[in-house]
């Protein structure tokens, strides 16, 4: 496995390649990431994963300067999954100036949900993958399923620029009692991981509700945030979307889209101070 810091070296090296396949990461990798490497190996004839921690992707108030660093033991794992190339760069290497030209998504899909919480988020997404992109000019690029939106984002940007990159999404890795796996995971005191998984568990029910015909989604939301808050949680949002758009369903067409695979539902909430993301497809 070979360690490369800059874009030039970068290129030179996968110059001899035809078909790069990309993850992209911040590090702090766990299970979930190691999978997408080895869903890469098959696509290409060099698998590139990055790790660079964005700052554009991160509020004032979050958690940007303590983001665990944990190259080490990324690099060993890295190493047993069958990564070929892991692309490195620091903050001046990819950001030599400060980024006056970004992608900004379509607010109808950017700012609901994630978008709506944590404005701006999306617009530093589509910025470093877009320059990621250019770097290593991949012909398939993976990204987990447990961020559905931003999956969906990356997805339309690549489409509408007419990017020569396959996009895939690697199903959600979890752990036996149900927890999305997730590099915030690592955040969570003993006892709040063992909440944890009650945010996975209400978006089973709700789903359940879904397949057995329930249709008022303002109740069934509601009963979801509540079960959570009398938890001690601080839900951001419970909620049942399109899987093609992201758009709440209209109620004639609940029934009819839950029995054809067509509802995702979507959860975000805090528990202590960490935030964890889910979602469940209908």
């Known amino acids: 496995m070979k360690i490369i810091k800059t874009i030039v070296e970068l290129r030179e090296h996968l110059a001899t390649f035809r078909h790069p396949a990309f993850v992209p990461t911040m590090g702090n ?3 979930g990431h190691l999978a997408l490497v080895r869903q890469a190996k098959p696509l290409g004839d060099v698998v590139v994963v990055s790790i660079f921690v964005n700052r554009l992707q991160f509020l004032p108030h979050e958690d940007f300067d303590t983001y665990p660093r944990t190259w080490e033991a990324d690099c060993q794992a890295l190493d047993a999954a069958g990564c070929d190339v892991v692309f490195a760069p620091s903050e001046k290497e990819l950001y030599p100036q400060p980024q006056g030209f970004t992608v900004q998504p379509p607010t109808d899909l ?5 978008g709506h919480f944590r404005p701006g988020f999306f617009g530093g997404v589509c910025t470093v993958v877009m320059k990621l992109f250019a770097c290593v000019q991949p012909r398939v690029a993976l990204f987990g399923q447990k961020d559905y939106q931003q999956l969906m984002v990356i997805g339309r940007m690549v489409e509408q620029f007419a990017l020569p990159i396959q996009v895939i999404g690697g199903q959600t890795l979890r752990a036996q009692d149900g927890l999305a796996l997730s590099s ?3 955040y969570l005191t003993p006892g709040e991981r063992q909440e944890a998984v009650q945010l996975s568990m209400a978006l089973k029910t709700m789903a359940q509700a879904l397949r057995q015909g329930e249709a008022n989604l303002s109740a ?3 009963r979801a945030m509540q079960t959570l808050e009398a938890r001690g949680w601080n839900p951001d949002y419970l909620t049942v ?3 093609h758009n992201l758009q709440v369903p209209a109620a004639t067409e609940v029934a009819l889209m839950a029995s054809n695979a067509g509802l995702v539902v979507l959860g975000a909430a805090r528990i202590g101070s960490t935030r964890l993301i889910d979602n469940l497809e209908v």
Do not use: F
């Open 29 to 31: 990798l766990h299970d």
């Open 110 to 114: 950017a700012n609901m949900l994630e």
């Open 184 to 186: 915030r995971n690592n």
């Open 220 to 222: 069934l939301e509601a």
């Open 241 to 243: 979307r399109q899987r």
